[in-house]
C-alpha cells in the first residue's frame, strides 16, 4: 500500500507534469515574447541552425595525427566522436535505437503526447518515475545542447538540469527541429552525439570502442547492445557488469521484433540474436587520448609532444586540437625514427639510472627543414618505473650543454670574417685570455687528454677540437658576433627565448635576461666550450643550415594540416632565411670534414663501416655530465645528446665495448661525444642512409676531369 507521503509526492509530480503539458501546449502555439520566451528563443535559435551546423560538421570532432605516411601515431579529443553519415548507419542500429528510446520516433512532430500521457499514467499508478516520455528529438537537443552547445560544466548542468523551464525550452526545440530537419537528419544527429559510455560519442567511436569495427557492419546483437547502453552508460557497462547489459539487449532485441515498428526484424532474426555473446572487445578500443600509448606511442610521444606545441605557437591550442576533427600529418620518417630509437637504446638502454640518451633528425632543405625523428632512449610514458618520462627531453632545451660542438660558431664566424678552413692557427698547451676573466681572475684553459699541441689548419682543429685554440679564435671574432652566429645557424630559442637556466622567458620579463644576453654582458669566455643549456632539435637544425647552402628554417614536424572537411588549413610557419652566405656554409662544411676520418668521432665511424662525405663535431662538458655529437650528411642532419637526467646529476662513465655507460660521482666521468653520443648517431645513420646515394658536402672541389679515350 502507498504510504500518505509517497502518494503526496506522486500527486506533485503528477501535477506538475500536468503542468507542463499545459504550459507546453500553449507556449507551442503562441509566438516567443520575452522573459523565459526569450531564452527559449534563443535556444531555438541555436538549435533552428543545427541542420546547417552539423552540414558544416561542427560537433566536437576526434583530430588524428600521423607520419607523413598517413600512419596515425595519435589522436586528440575532448570527446572520442566518429561522425558518422546516414548512409553509413545500418537499418539494424536504426531500428535498436527507436524500438528502445522512441517508438513512435517516426510518426511525431518532434514531442509525443501520446507517450507523454500513458508516461503519467504509468508514473502516478507506480508512485515513481518508471517511464520517460522524451522523444528521441528531444533526446537530441538535450544532448546537443549539453555536449556540443555548452561551453563549461555550469552550462553542461544547466543543459541537464530537472527544471520544467528545460523541460519546456527542450519540447519547444525538438518542435523547431522537426520542421526545419528531415526524421533521417535527426536520427542521424541524435546518434552522432549522444554517449555511450567509457568516454565514447556516437555510433562511430561506439562501434570502434566495444566491436572493433564501424558503424556500417554492426549486427543485430551489437546494434542492441549500443541502443541498451545509452540508457545508463554507466550501470549498463558491459565489461563492468555484463549480466545486466545482456539483459537489457536481449529486452532491446525482443523491441525490435514488434511488428508495430517502423524499421523492425523478423522473430527468427531476433531469437538468433539473443543467442550471440556480447562480443565485447577487451581492452576496449577507444583509441588512448594524446601522445601517450598509440601504437609506438613510447617512441613516437617526444614527437608528438613537440607537433602540439609547434601547432599551439600556430593558432591551434589544446581545446581545437581536442575539438577541431583536424588531420595532421607530420614529417615524421618511420625508418629514421626506429633507426634513432633502436640506436639510442642500444646504447644506453631505457632503465639506465639517471642517464638520457636523445636525438633529433632533420632532413636540410631550402625550403624547408623537415623534422624526421624526436626520439630518446627513455620511454615516452608517465610510468617512472619503467623509465618513461612524458616531459618533451628531445626537442626542449635541456639544462646541460653541448660541450665542444659550439666551436662549430667560433669557426664560422671567423670564417664570415674571411677565414679560410685552411688557415692555420696555433694550439699552445695552456692559454690565458685577456679579454676573458674568471671572476677577477684571468681566464686560462687547457686542452683535454689527448689533445697535442701544435700548429694546425683550422679544419684540423675542428676534428681535434684543442680549447686553447679556440677560445682564442673567438677573442679574435668577437664574442657578440659568436653569440649571435649560434642563433642565426640554429639556436633561435635556446639563445633568444630562454634564460641562462634553460627556462622558457615569460611574456612579462620577470624570468629574463636570454641567456644569449647574459654571455655577452658577463663576457663569458667559456661559450665557445658549450657549456651553456641546449635543445638537441637546435643542435641538428643547425647541421642542417650548413648542409642548406646557409638557408636556416625553422625545425617543422607537419607536412600538411587538414580541418574536418578536408581543406587545407593555411599555417603561418616562420620563414627560412639565408643565415650566412652559400659560400661561408660550405666552406665551413669543408672545416667539419674531417671529424669521421682524423678526429674525435673516427673510432666510432669505423666501427660501423662509414664510407659517406660527413660533416661532424663532438663536444663533452668540463664535468661529463654531458657529452654530444652533431653531424649530418647532405640528405640528413642529426644531433645526439647525452646526459644525467637524474635529480642529482653526475659524471657519465663510459662502460667500454658493449656495456652501457653508469653514473661515476659528482666529480667523475669519462664520456666523451666520441662514445656514446657518436655511436648513436652512425649506427643510426647508417640505416637510415640505406638505399640512398652517397653524396659530395658542398663546396667539395670538383672531381678531375675524365681523361680523353686513347
Same mark, same amino acid.
Given at each position: 500500500?502507498?504510504?500518505?507521503?509517497?502518494?503526496?509526492?506522486?500527486?506533485?509530480?503528477?501535477?506538475?507534469?500536468?503542468?507542463?503539458?499545459?504550459?507546453?501546449?500553449?507556449?507551442?502555439? =503562441?509566438?516567443?515574447?520575452?522573459?523565459?520566451?526569450?531564452?527559449?528563443?534563443?535556444?531555438?535559435?541555436?538549435?533552428?541552425?543545427?541542420?546547417?551546423?552539423?552540414?558544416?560538421?561542427? =560537433?566536437?570532432?576526434?583530430?588524428?595525427?600521423?607520419?607523413?605516411?598517413?600512419?596515425?601515431?595519435?589522436?586528440?579529443?575532448?570527446?572520442?566522436?566518429?561522425?558518422?553519415?546516414?548512409?553509413?548507419?545500418?537499418?539494424?542500429?536504426?531500428?535498436?535505437?527507436?524500438?528502445?528510446?522512441?517508438?513512435?520516433?517516426?510518426?511525431?512532430?518532434?514531442?509525443?503526447?501520446?507517450?507523454?500521457?500513458?508516461?503519467?499514467?504509468?508514473?502516478?499508478?507506480?508512485?515513481?518515475? +518508471?517511464?520517460?516520455?522524451?522523444?528521441?528529438?528531444?533526446?537530441?537537443?538535450?544532448?546537443?545542447?549539453?555536449?556540443?552547445?555548452?561551453?563549461?560544466?555550469?552550462?553542461?548542468?544547466?543543459?541537464?538540469?530537472?527544471?520544467?523551464?528545460?523541460?519546456?525550452?527542450?519540447?519547444?526545440?525538438?518542435?523547431?527541429?522537426?520542421?526545419?530537419?528531415?526524421?533521417?537528419?535527426?536520427?542521424?544527429? #541524435?546518434?552522432?552525439?549522444?554517449?555511450?559510455?567509457?568516454?565514447?560519442?556516437?555510433?562511430?567511436?561506439?562501434?570502434?570502442?566495444?566491436?572493433?569495427?564501424?558503424?556500417?557492419?554492426?549486427?543485430?546483437?551489437?546494434?542492441?547492445?549500443?541502443?541498451?547502453?545509452?540508457?545508463?552508460?554507466?550501470?549498463?557497462?558491459?565489461?563492468?557488469?555484463?549480466?545486466?547489459?545482456?539483459?537489457?539487449?536481449?529486452?532491446?532485441?525482443?523491441?525490435?521484433?514488434?511488428?508495430?515498428?517502423?524499421?523492425?526484424?523478423?522473430?527468427?532474426?531476433?531469437?538468433? +540474436?539473443?543467442?550471440?555473446?556480447?562480443?565485447?572487445?577487451?581492452?576496449?578500443?577507444?583509441? !588512448?587520448?594524446?601522445?601517450?600509448?598509440?601504437?609506438?606511442?613510447?617512441?613516437?610521444?617526444?614527437?608528438?609532444?613537440?607537433?602540439?606545441?609547434? %601547432?599551439?605557437?600556430?593558432?591551434?591550442?589544446?581545446?581545437?586540437?581536442?575539438?577541431?576533427?583536424?588531420?595532421?600529418?607530420?614529417?615524421?620518417?618511420?625508418?629514421?625514427?626506429?633507426?634513432?630509437?633502436?640506436?639510442?637504446?642500444?646504447?644506453?638502454?631505457?632503465?639506465?639510472?639517471?642517464?638520457?640518451?636523445?636525438?633529433?633528425?632533420?632532413?636540410?632543405?631550402?625550403?624547408?627543414?623537415?623534422?624526421? +625523428?624526436?626520439?630518446?632512449?627513455?620511454?615516452?610514458?608517465?610510468?617512472?618505473?619503467?623509465?618513461?618520462?612524458?616531459?618533451?627531453?628531445?626537442?626542449?632545451?635541456?639544462?646541460?650543454?653541448?660541450?665542444?660542438?659550439?666551436?662549430?660558431?667560433?669557426?664560422?664566424?671567423?670564417?664570415?670574417?674571411?677565414?679560410?678552413? #685552411?688557415?692555420?692557427?696555433?694550439?699552445?698547451?695552456?692559454?690565458?685570455?685577456?679579454?676573458?676573466?674568471?671572476?677577477?681572475?684571468? #681566464?686560462?684553459?687547457?686542452?683535454?687528454?689527448?689533445?697535442?699541441?701544435?700548429?694546425?689548419?683550422?679544419?684540423?682543429? %675542428?676534428?681535434?677540437? !684543442?680549447?686553447?685554440?679556440?677560445?682564442?679564435?673567438?677573442?679574435?671574432?668577437?664574442?657578440?658576433?659568436?653569440?649571435?652566429?649560434?642563433?642565426?645557424?640554429?639556436?633561435?630559442?635556446?639563445?633568444?627565448?630562454?634564460?641562462?637556466?634553460?627556462?622558457?622567458?615569460?611574456?612579462?620579463?620577470?624570468?629574463?635576461?636570454?641567456?644569449?644576453?647574459?654571455?655577452?654582458?658577463?663576457?663569458?669566455?667559456?661559450?665557445?666550450?658549450?657549456?651553456?643549456?641546449?635543445?638537441?632539435?637546435?643542435?641538428?637544425?643547425?647541421?642542417?643550415?650548413?648542409?642548406?647552402?646557409?638557408?636556416?628554417?625553422?625545425?617543422?614536424?607537419?607536412?600538411?594540416?587538414?580541418?574536418?572537411?578536408?581543406?587545407?588549413?593555411?599555417?603561418?610557419?616562420?620563414?627560412?632565411?639565408?643565415?650566412?652566405?652559400?659560400?661561408?656554409?660550405?666552406?665551413?662544411?669543408?672545416?667539419?670534414?674531417?671529424?669521421?676520418?682524423?678526429?674525435?668521432?673516427?673510432?666510432?665511424?669505423?666501427?660501423?663501416?662509414?664510407?659517406? !662525405? =660527413?660533416?661532424?663535431?663532438?663536444?663533452?662538458?668540463?664535468?661529463?655530465?654531458?657529452?654530444?655529437?652533431?653531424?649530418?650528411?647532405?640528405?640528413?642532419?642529426?644531433?645526439?645528446?647525452?646526459?644525467?637526467?637524474?635529480?642529482?646529476?653526475?659524471?657519465?662513465?663510459?662502460?667500454?665495448?658493449?656495456?652501457?655507460?653508469?653514473?661515476?660521482?659528482?666529480?667523475?666521468?669519462?664520456?666523451?661525444?666520441?662514445?656514446?653520443?657518436?655511436?648513436?648517431?652512425?649506427?643510426?645513420?647508417?640505416?637510415?642512409?640505406?638505399?640512398? !646515394?652517397?653524396?659530395?658536402?658542398?663546396?667539395?672541389?670538383?672531381?678531375?676531369?675524365?681523361?680523353?679515350?686513347?
Amino acid at each position: 500500500m502507498i504510504g500518505a507521503g509517497v502518494r503526496s509526492g506522486v500527486l506533485l509530480k503528477m501535477f506538475g507534469l500536468c503542468v507542463l503539458a499545459g504550459v507546453l501546449v500553449a507556449s507551442l502555439m =503562441m509566438p516567443l515574447a520575452t522573459g523565459a520566451g526569450a531564452v527559449v528563443n534563443q535556444a531555438t535559435d541555436a538549435m533552428s541552425r543545427m541542420s546547417s551546423s552539423l552540414a558544416q560538421r561542427d =560537433m566536437p570532432q576526434v583530430s588524428t595525427v600521423t607520419d607523413k605516411d598517413g600512419d596515425p601515431i595519435a589522436y586528440f579529443f575532448k570527446d572520442y566522436r566518429v561522425e558518422t553519415p546516414p548512409e553509413q548507419i545500418p537499418d539494424t542500429m536504426k531500428a535498436a535505437i527507436t524500438a528502445v528510446e522512441d517508438k513512435r520516433f517516426w510518426d511525431h512532430g518532434g514531442v509525443d503526447w501520446q507517450g507523454t500521457m500513458r508516461a503519467l499514467a504509468t508514473n502516478v499508478s507506480s508512485g515513481e518515475t +518508471a517511464q520517460g516520455a522524451s522523444t528521441i528529438t528531444q533526446q537530441y537537443v538535450k544532448n546537443y545542447l549539453v555536449h556540443v552547445v555548452a561551453q563549461t560544466e555550469m552550462d553542461a548542468e544547466k543543459a541537464k538540469e530537472t527544471t520544467i523551464a528545460r523541460k519546456l525550452r527542450e519540447a519547444k526545440i525538438a518542435v523547431e527541429l522537426e520542421r526545419t530537419m528531415t526524421k533521417e537528419e535527426i536520427l542521424t544527429g #541524435y546518434l552522432n552525439v549522444v554517449p555511450f559510455g567509457n568516454q565514447t560519442f556516437g555510433v562511430g567511436a561506439a562501434a570502434q570502442t566495444y566491436f572493433g569495427t564501424t558503424p556500417d557492419k554492426l549486427t543485430i546483437a551489437q546494434s542492441a547492445l549500443l541502443a541498451a547502453i545509452v540508457n545508463q552508460p554507466g550501470s549498463l557497462n558491459p565489461n563492468s557488469n555484463p549480466a545486466d547489459a545482456m539483459a537489457r539487449r536481449n529486452l532491446v532485441i525482443d523491441l525490435m521484433a514488434d511488428p508495430n515498428n517502423n524499421i523492425r526484424i523478423t522473430p527468427q532474426d531476433a531469437e538468433q +540474436a539473443k543467442k550471440e555473446p556480447l562480443g565485447v572487445m577487451s581492452p576496449l578500443g577507444r583509441p !588512448p587520448n594524446g601522445c601517450v600509448g598509440l601504437g609506438d606511442g613510447t617512441t613516437d610521444g617526444f614527437f608528438c609532444s613537440y607537433v602540439k606545441d609547434y %601547432l599551439e605557437r600556430l593558432g591551434i591550442d589544446s581545446d581545437d586540437l581536442k575539438t577541431g576533427g583536424y588531420t595532421v600529418r607530420t614529417t615524421l620518417d618511420r625508418k629514421s625514427s626506429d633507426a634513432a630509437k633502436q640506436a639510442a637504446q642500444k646504447q644506453v638502454p631505457t632503465q639506465t639510472e639517471g642517464i638520457a640518451n636523445v636525438m633529433s633528425v632533420v632532413q636540410p632543405g631550402k625550403d624547408k627543414h623537415k623534422v624526421r +625523428a624526436l626520439v630518446a632512449n627513455r620511454d615516452f610514458g608517465n610510468d617512472l618505473s619503467k623509465g618513461q618520462s612524458a616531459y618533451d627531453i628531445v626537442s626542449r632545451v635541456q639544462p646541460f650543454g653541448a660541450g665542444s660542438i659550439y666551436k662549430v660558431f667560433t669557426a664560422a664566424s671567423a670564417m664570415e670574417q674571411g677565414m679560410s678552413p #685552411y688557415d692555420v692557427i696555433d694550439v699552445p698547451p695552456s692559454y690565458t685570455s685577456r679579454v676573458y676573466k674568471n671572476g677577477t681572475a684571468p #681566464y686560462t684553459v687547457g686542452n683535454a687528454d689527448g689533445v697535442q699541441p701544435g700548429p694546425r689548419t683550422l679544419q684540423m682543429a %675542428l676534428a681535434t677540437s !684543442p680549447n686553447t685554440a679556440f677560445v682564442a679564435l673567438q677573442e679574435r671574432a668577437g664574442l657578440s658576433n659568436v653569440v649571435d652566429m649560434a642563433a642565426r645557424l640554429g639556436l633561435r630559442h635556446g639563445m633568444l627565448g630562454v634564460n641562462s637556466s634553460g627556462q622558457t622567458l615569460k611574456d612579462d620579463g620577470s624570468n629574463g635576461p636570454s641567456q644569449a644576453e647574459v654571455i655577452k654582458k658577463g663576457n663569458r669566455g667559456a661559450f665557445t666550450l658549450g657549456y651553456t643549456p641546449t635543445s638537441v632539435l637546435e643542435l641538428s637544425n643547425v647541421a642542417a643550415t650548413i648542409m642548406s647552402d646557409g638557408v636556416y628554417c625553422p625545425p617543422t614536424p607537419l607536412e600538411e594540416v587538414k580541418d574536418r572537411n578536408g581543406n587545407i588549413v593555411p599555417l603561418n610557419e616562420g620563414a627560412c632565411e639565408q643565415a650566412i652566405a652559400p659560400h661561408v656554409a660550405n666552406q665551413l662544411a669543408q672545416g667539419m670534414s674531417k671529424d669521421d676520418t682524423d678526429g674525435t668521432s673516427r673510432q666510432a665511424a669505423q666501427a660501423v663501416g662509414w664510407n659517406r !662525405p =660527413m660533416i661532424g663535431k663532438t663536444g663533452t662538458t668540463q664535468e661529463h655530465k654531458s657529452a654530444g655529437f652533431l653531424a649530418a650528411t647532405p640528405q640528413m642532419a642529426g644531433a645526439v645528446l647525452t646526459y644525467a637526467d637524474g635529480n642529482s646529476p653526475q659524471g657519465i662513465c663510459d662502460g667500454g665495448g658493449d656495456a652501457p655507460p653508469y653514473l661515476c660521482g659528482k666529480h667523475g666521468g669519462n664520456i666523451y661525444g666520441g662514445k656514446v653520443p657518436a655511436r648513436t648517431w652512425f649506427d643510426a645513420m647508417t640505416r637510415i642512409h640505406e638505399g640512398l !646515394p652517397s653524396a659530395p658536402l658542398p663546396g667539395a672541389p670538383a672531381p678531375p676531369p675524365a681523361a680523353p679515350p686513347r
